[in-house]
C-alpha cells in the first residue's frame, strides 16, 4: 500500500498574500456576542486562570500557527521537530473570515498576550475568545495589525459591487419583457397584472392617437392592501424593515437599457416596443434580480431583495407575472413601478414564482442572522458592561467594594448563589475573588440576555401593555429615562448659552467656545454609553423619526411607508439635536428664531478694530452696536431704499474674499454686515475706486453687438459639431478596438498546422476574388490548399467561402431546407428549450476566456444561436451536443454568421440526423464505426469486444460535439475545415484514424475501466505530430461506399432481428411500428436523395441540349464560313487569270467593287 503523503506547511492561500505566526493558543471561551472591550480584559483572566487549572493534568497551552490572509484566518497546531504531521490530530482549530473578527485586546500590563473575539453563530449570538501568547512580545502589535488589515481588505471586497453579473448558485428563466407601470404604492391586488396587460394594450393601441393630443392626467393604480394568495405573494414587514435599514448593496440599474424598450410618452403605463427584441434573461440571484438583456450582453435591470415589495402571477393571463419595487424619482424621492413579463406557459409562472418565494424566504433568514447585535439601556449585559467600565483601572480593593455594591441590586437568590460558588473555589487574593465574581455575573447575565426583550423592540399596543412591559423592566431602565430627560436638559441649556453667548465680544467668545465643548463632553459621554456597539465593523446607523427624513431627504429608505415608528429609542435625535451649527466659523443666511433672547450690547472695552474684524469673519450673528445703528438708520431712512455698498481697500477686499466664503445668491444680512465697516478711502494706489458688489468689485461689462453674438454663437456652434465629430470617432475607434480584442479573445487556441505565407497568400487570393459566391473553383485548388493549412484569422470566412461553394456545385437543395426566417425575428420569440440551454451553457468550453464568464458576452451568444434553432427546427429542438458545435462557430465569426453556418452544417451537411429524438442515426452511425475497425483494425476490434466496449461508450461525444468537448480546440478546427469540405463522413475517418493510431497502446490495457479511460482523457491528450499525422490520414482515406453499404446492412439485420425474435403479438406490433417508421422517414430520405438526383439529371439535360443547340450553330456557321471562303478563292483565281492589260485593269478591279455595293 502506497503512503499518504501531506503538505503540512502549505499556505492555506496560495493566489494571496498571507502571513504566518508561530504562537502559543493559551485556551478559548466562549461568550456572547454582545460583550464589549471592558469585558474583555476579565475574560481573558478568566481562560487564563482556566488554562493554569488544567496545566496541573496536562499542559493546556499548545504551539500553533496563525495564518492571516485577506479570504481567511486559519489557526492550526503547528507539530514539534520530530514529531510528523498527522491529519487526524493536526487539524484546524479555528477557520474564518476576518472579517468576523470583531474585538482584539493587548494588554499593556501583560505584552506577550493578547485575544481575539470571533463570531462564530450570529444566529445564536455566540462568539469565541482566543487568548494567545507570543514569544516575542513585540510582534504582537504586528500580529494585530495584520489581522485588523485583512479585515479591512476583506470587508472592503464584500461592498464593492461587481462589474459583471456573477451568481453560481442563481436560476435563469427566458421570460418576455411586457412593459411597466407606475403605481400608488408597495403592495397591490391580485389581479393587477391582469390590468396592467389591458392597460399595455390600450396604449398600444392608441399609441399614435396618445402621441398627437396632450396627455391627460391618469387615475393612479388603486390603493389595496389585499393578502398574496396562492399566485402571489409578499415580503414580511420584519425582513423589509430590517433590510431597509442598511443600505442597497447595488448602486441603480441601467435606466437607458430599460428605455431602449419601452414607448415613451406616458410616465404611467409604458409597454414595450413590440417591434424590437423584448426577450431577457430574468435571473434570481442570492439577494438579487437581474434582468439580462442577450441582445446587449448588458444587464438591463438588477434589483435588490430589499427593493422587491410584492410578487404576483397574472389571474386571467397565467402566462405572465410581474413584481413591484422602488425606484428613485427625479426630485429626490421614490415611487413604485410594477414590471410585467410573460412566459412560454404556466408551468413556468409556476416555477419562477416557487423560485422567488425560495430566494426571499433564504435570503430573510440570512439577513435576520447577519442583524447586528442591539444593547439599550435595559440590557443585562449593558450593566456589566457599565459596571466594567466603573472599575476599569482601580485597584482590587475599590474593585471589590464596587463589585459587592453592585451585588445588592440583584436578588436575593443570585447573591447566595455567586457568594456559594465563589467560596467552594476558595480564592488566595482580592484579584482572583474579583475575577471569579466577574466570571458568574458573566455567566448570569448571558442567560438573562437570552430571554431580554429590548426597549426599542417593544410594541406599544395599548397603555396597559405599555405598563405592563415597564413594570417587568429592571431599575436600569428608569434611570435609563432619567438619564435621557437630563441629556435632554443639558442640550437645551446648551443651546440657550450658545445663543446668548455668540452675541458677546471675543473673549466672551472663547469662554463660551471652552463651555460647549466641556458641555458637548458631557453629553456624548453619556451617549456613548448609550450607543455604543459591539464591533467597530458592526456599528448600525440610528434610526431617525419621521421629520428627521423627509428633513434629509433621502430617496433610498422605505422607511417612511412602514405602519409604526419607534417612538421611545434611545438614541433618536433629531438632526438640529445631533449636530449644531458651529458659530464663528463660516458665514451662513442669518435665521429668524423669535424665541431667542435680545442679543447684548457690546462691552465698551473692546475696540472698533476687533469688532470690525470679527464682524468680517461671521456674518450670521451681526452685533448691534449704537454709532453703527445710527449710521444704519441714517442711510436707510429713506423709505426702505436698499442700502448701497460700500467702497472698501484692496486689503479689505481680499480678507473679505479669503474669511468669508462667496455663494450663489446673495442676502440682505450681507449687505447689512458690510455697511457697519463704514465708508474707508482705498489704499491701494494701483487700483481705482470702484462701487463694490457684496462679495468684493464688480467688474463693468460692455454691452455686446449683434454681430460679437452672432459670431460667438457661431464659433459654439461649430465647435459642438467637431466635439461630436470627435466624440463619434472616439467611439469607431473604441469599437474597433474592442472588436479587435474580442477577435483575440475568441482565437486563443493553440494551432496545430502551422499555415506558411505561401497558403495563406493563396486563401486571401480566392477570398478578395470579385464575385466569389457566383464563380465555381476548382476543386483539387481548395483540397490542396485545405490539407496545405488555414489561417487562423480567416478560418471563419474560408468556411463561408466552402459554403458558397457547396452551394453552387449543389443548386437544388433537399426538401428538409428550413423556413426562411429572419435570425432577428427568431430572437425575439420564446423558446420551451430554454431550461436545456441554459444548462448547458456553462458546461461548453468552461476553460476558454470567452465562455468563461456565467452569462458573459460569449454565453449569452451561445444562447441566442441555439435559441434561435430550437425555435426553427421544431423537430430536433435542442439537443447535447448542439452547443459545442454552435460555440466552434461562434469562436471564428459573428453570431448571425454562426447561425447561418449552423443551419448549413446541419442541413446540407447532414449532422441534422444524429441528432433527431429518436437517435436512430447515430445508433447507425456506432455500428458504421465498429464495421469500419472489423475490417480495418480486426484486433483492436476484437480486443474491445473481448471486454464488451461497444463503441457508444466513448465515441457517441464524438459525433455529437464533433470532437469538441474532449479535443484541443486545434484539432477540432482542423476537423471542421475537412467537414465543410468533405461532409460529414469526416467524423467517421478522424475516430477511425485515431483509434488505428493508438491500437498498440490500447492493447496494452486489460480491463474496461483503463481502456474506456484511455479512449476518453489520454488519446484526446495527443501531442501536436499525433494530431497532424491524423489530419493528413484522413485527406487520403476514402470510406463512403463502406458507409453506405453498412448503412444497408444496419437495416438488414433489423429486420431479421424482428423477424427471428420469438415475441408477443403486442411486442411484434410495437417493434413493426417502430421499424415501418424508421422506414417511412429512411424513404422520406431517399426520395429526398432521388428528387435530388433528379434535378441534377435534368440540370444536366438542359445543359447537354443548350451544349448541343449551341454546337448545331457552330456547325451552321463553320459551313457558311467555308462557303465564303470558297467563293473568295474562285474570285482570287479569276483575277489571277486575266491578262495584265493596263488600260483595262484598272476598271476590271472597280467593277467588282461597285456590283459588291
Not at 466552402?802 to 428550413?818: T, Y
Amino acid at each position: 500500500m502506497e503512503p499518504i503523503t501531506f503538505t503540512a506547511k502549505k499556505p492555506m492561500f496560495p493566489n494571496e498574500i498571507s502571513v504566518d505566526f508561530g504562537l502559543q493558543l493559551v485556551g478559548s471561551l466562549p461568550v456572547h456576542s454582545l460583550t464589549t472591550m471592558p469585558m474583555l480584559p476579565w475574560v481573558v483572566a478568566e481562560v487564563r486562570r482556566l488554562s493554569g487549572q488544567s496545566s496541573k493534568k496536562e499542559p493546556a497551552t499548545r504551539q500553533v500557527r496563525l495564518w492571516v490572509s485577506p479570504s481567511g484566518l486559519k489557526c492550526e497546531p503547528e507539530p514539534g521537530k520530530s514529531q510528523q504531521w498527522d491529519p487526524l490530530i493536526c487539524s484546524s482549530i479555528f477557520e474564518c473570515k476576518p472579517q468576523h473578527v470583531h474585538k482584539l485586546i493587548h494588554n499593556s500590563h501583560d505584552p506577550s498576550y493578547f485575544a481575539c473575539l470571533i463570531r462564530e453563530d450570529a444566529a445564536h449570538r455566540q462568539s469565541i475568545c482566543y487568548v494567545f501568547k507570543a514569544d516575542d512580545q513585540t510582534k504582537v502589535p504586528e500580529i494585530i495589525s495584520s489581522i485588523r488589515q485583512a479585515g479591512k481588505i476583506a470587508r472592503q471586497e464584500e461592498l464593492r459591487c461587481p462589474s459583471e453579473f456573477d451568481d453560481t448558485f442563481a436560476k435563469k428563466f427566458e421570460v418576455l419583457f411586457c412593459g411597466r407601470v407606475t403605481v400608488a404604492h408597495k403592495k397591490a391586488p391580485p389581479a393587477l397584472i391582469d390590468e396592467c396587460i389591458e392597460k399595455f394594450n390600450h396604449v398600444s393601441c392608441n399609441q399614435r392617437a396618445d402621441w398627437d393630443r396632450a396627455p391627460e392626467p391618469r387615475r393612479p393604480m388603486r390603493k389595496s392592501f389585499s393578502q398574496p394568495g396562492l399566485r402571489s405573494l409578499a415580503f414580511r414587514k420584519e425582513f423589509q424593515d430590517a433590510s431597509l435599514r442598511s443600505g442597497s448593496f447595488f448602486s441603480s440599474f441601467e435606466e437607458n437599457d430599460i428605455e431602449n424598450h419601452l414607448i415613451s410618452g406616458h410616465n404611467i403605463v409604458q409597454p414595450t416596443d413590440i417591434e424590437e427584441n423584448r426577450t431577457m434573461l430574468f435571473t434570481i440571484g442570492q439577494s438579487e434580480v437581474y434582468l439580462i438583456s442577450p441582445d446587449t450582453k448588458k444587464i438591463a435591470l438588477e434589483k435588490n431583495f430589499k427593493e422587491i415589495s410584492f410578487c404576483s402571477q397574472g389571474i386571467r393571463h397565467v402566462d405572465h407575472f410581474g413584481f413591484i419595487c422602488r425606484e428613485s424619482s427625479g426630485g429626490g424621492g421614490f415611487h413604485f413601478v410594477c414590471y410585467v413579463f410573460q412566459c412560454t406557459n404556466e408551468a413556468l409562472v409556476d416555477e419562477i414564482m416557487m423560485t422567488l418565494k425560495q430566494a426571499f424566504t433564504v435570503a430573510a433568514v440570512q439577513q435576520t442572522a447577519k442583524a447586528p447585535a442591539q444593547l439599550c439601556e435595559g440590557c443585562p449585559l449593558q450593566a456589566l458592561h457599565k459596571l466594567c467600565e466603573r472599575i476599569e483601572g482601580m485597584n482590587s480593593s475599590k474593585t471589590k467594594l464596587e463589585l459587592q455594591k453592585h451585588l445588592t441590586t440583584l436578588t436575593n437568590q443570585e447573591q447566595a448563589t455567586i457568594f456559594e460558588e465563589v467560596q467552594k473555589l476558595r480564592p488566595r487574593s482580592e484579584q482572583r475573588e474579583n475575577e471569579l465574581i466577574i466570571s458568574f455575573l458573566r455567566c448570569l447575565y448571558e442567560e438573562k440576555q437570552k430571554e431580554h426583550i429590548h426597549v426599542g423592540e417593544m410594541k406599544q399596543a395599548s397603555q396597559i401593555a405599555a405598563e405592563n412591559i415597564g413594570s417587568e423592566l429592571p431599575a436600569s431602565a428608569t434611570r435609563f429615562r432619567l438619564d435621557m430627560l437630563k441629556n435632554k436638559a443639558k442640550r437645551s441649556l446648551t443651546e440657550s448659552l450658545e445663543s446668548i453667548l455668540s452675541r458677546g465680544n471675543k473673549a466672551k467668545g472663547l469662554q463660551e467656545h471652552s463651555t460647549s465643548v466641556d458641555l458637548d463632553s458631557s453629553v456624548s459621554s453619556t451617549l456613548s454609553n448609550i450607543s455604543k456597539e459591539p464591533s467597530v465593523g458592526d456599528k448600525e446607523a440610528l434610526p431617525i423619526s419621521e421629520s428627521s427624513f423627509k428633513l434629509l431627504g433621502s430617496s433610498d429608505d422605505l422607511s417612511s411607508d412602514s405602519e409604526g415608528h419607534f417612538t421611545e429609542e434611545p438614541a433618536s435625535l433629531s438632526p438640529q439635536q445631533t449636530f449644531r451649527r458651529r458659530a464663528n466659523t463660516l458665514s451662513h443666511f442669518p435665521v429668524g428664531c423669535p424665541e431667542l433672547p435680545e442679543p447684548t450690547q457690546g462691552s465698551p472695552g473692546v475696540s472698533q478694530r476687533k469688532l470690525m474684524r470679527y464682524h468680517s469673519v461671521s456674518t450670521e450673528t451681526p452685533h448691534e452696536r449704537k454709532d453703527l445703528e445710527s449710521k444704519a438708520n441714517h442711510v436707510g431712512d429713506s423709505g426702505g431704499t436698499p442700502v448701497k455698498t460700500r467702497r472698501h481697500s484692496w486689503r479689505q477686499q481680499i480678507f473679505l474674499r479669503v474669511a468669508t466664503p462667496q455663494k450663489a445668491c446673495d442676502s440682505p444680512g450681507r449687505y447689512e454686515d458690510y455697511s457697519e465697516l463704514g465708508e474707508l478711502p482705498p489704499r491701494s494706489p494701483l487700483e481705482p475706486v470702484c462701487e463694490d458688489g457684496p462679495f468684493g468689485p464688480v467688474p463693468e461689462e460692455k454691452k455686446k453687438t449683434s454681430r460679437e453674438l452672432r459670431e460667438l454663437w457661431k464659433k459654439a456652434i461649430l465647435q459642438q459639431i467637431l466635439l461630436l465629430r470627435m466624440e463619434k470617432e472616439n467611439q469607431k475607434l473604441q469599437a474597433s478596438e474592442n472588436d479587435l480584442l474580442n477577435k483575440r479573445l475568441k482565437l486563443d487556441y493553440e494551432e496545430i498546422t502551422p499555415c506558411l505565407k505561401e497558403v495563406t497568400t493563396v486563401w486571401e487570393k480566392m477570398l478578395s476574388t470579385p464575385g466569389r459566391s457566383k464563380i465555381k473553383f476548382d476543386m483539387e485548388k481548395m483540397h490542396s490548399a485545405v490539407g496545405q493549412g488555414v489561417p487562423r484569422h480567416h478560418r471563419g470566412e474560408i468556411w463561408k467561402f466552402l459554403a458558397e461553394q457547396f452551394h453552387l456545385k449543389h443548386p437544388f437543395p433537399s426538401k428538409q431546407q428550413p423556413k426562411d426566417v429572419p435570425y432577428k425575428e427568431l430572437l425575439k420569440q420564446l423558446t420551451s428549450q430554454q431550461h436545456a440551454i441554459l444548462i448547458d451553457l456553462g458546461r461548453t468550453f468552461p476553460t476558454h476566456p470567452y465562455f468563461s464568464a456565467q452569462l458573459g458576452a460569449g454565453q449569452l451568444s451561445l444562447y441566442n444561436i441555439l435559441k434561435a434553432y430550437s425555435l426553427l427546427d421544431q423537430e430536433v429542438g435542442y439537443c447535447q451536443g448542439l452547443s459545442f458545435v454552435a460555440g466552434i462557430l461562434l469562436l471564428h465569426m459573428s453570431e448571425e454568421e454562426a447561425f447561418k453556418m449552423l443551419k448549413f452544417l446541419m442541413f446540407d451537411m447532414g449532422l441534422r440526423k444524429q441528432y433527431r429524438p429518436d437517435m436512430i442515426i447515430l445508433q447507425i452511425q456506432m455500428y458504421q464505426l465498429s464495421r469500419l475497425l472489423h475490417d480495418y483494425h480486426r484486433d483492436l476490434y476484437d480486443h474491445l469486444e473481448e471486454h464488451e466496449i461497444g463503441p457508444s461508450l466513448y465515441a457517441a461525444p464524438w459525433f455529437l460535439t464533433v470532437f469538441a468537448s474532449q479535443f484541443p480546440l486545434g484539432f477540432v478546427a482542423r476537423v471542421f475545415d475537412m467537414i465543410f469540405l468533405q461532409g460529414s463522413e469526416v467524423i467517421f475517418k478522424v475516430a477511425l484514424s485515431l483509434l488505428g493510431s493508438h491500437k498498440p497502446l490500447i492493447l496494452q490495457h486489460e480491463n474496461l475501466e483503463t481502456i474506456v479511460d484511455f479512449i476518453k482523457n489520454t488519446l484526446p491528450n495527443l501531442g501536436l505530430v499525433q494530431m497532424e499525422k491524423t489530419i493528413n490520414q484522413v485527406f487520403e482515406m476514402d470510406i463512403a461506399k463502406q458507409l453506405q453499404a453498412y448503412e444497408v446492412e444496419y437495416h438488414v439485420l433489423q429486420e431479421e432481428l424482428i423477424d427471428s425474435s420469438p415475441l408477443s403479438d403486442n411486442q411484434r406490433m410495437d417493434k413493426l411500428e417502430k421499424t415501418n417508421s424508421s422506414l417511412r422517414k429512411q424513404n422520406l430520405d431517399l426520395l429526398e436523395q432521388l428528387q435530388m438526383a433528379n434535378g441534377r439529371i435534368q440540370s444536366l439535360e438542359a445543359t447537354v441540349e443548350k451544349l448541343l443547340t449551341s454546337e448545331s450553330k457552330l456547325k451552321q456557321a463553320m459551313l457558311a464560313l467555308e462557303l465564303e471562303r470558297s467563293a473568295l478563292l474562285q474570285v482570287v483565281e479569276e483575277l489571277r487569270r486575266q491578262p495584265a492589260e493596263p488600260g483595262t485593269r484598272e476598271p476590271d478591279c472597280t467593277q467588282p467593287e461597285a456590283s459588291g455595293d
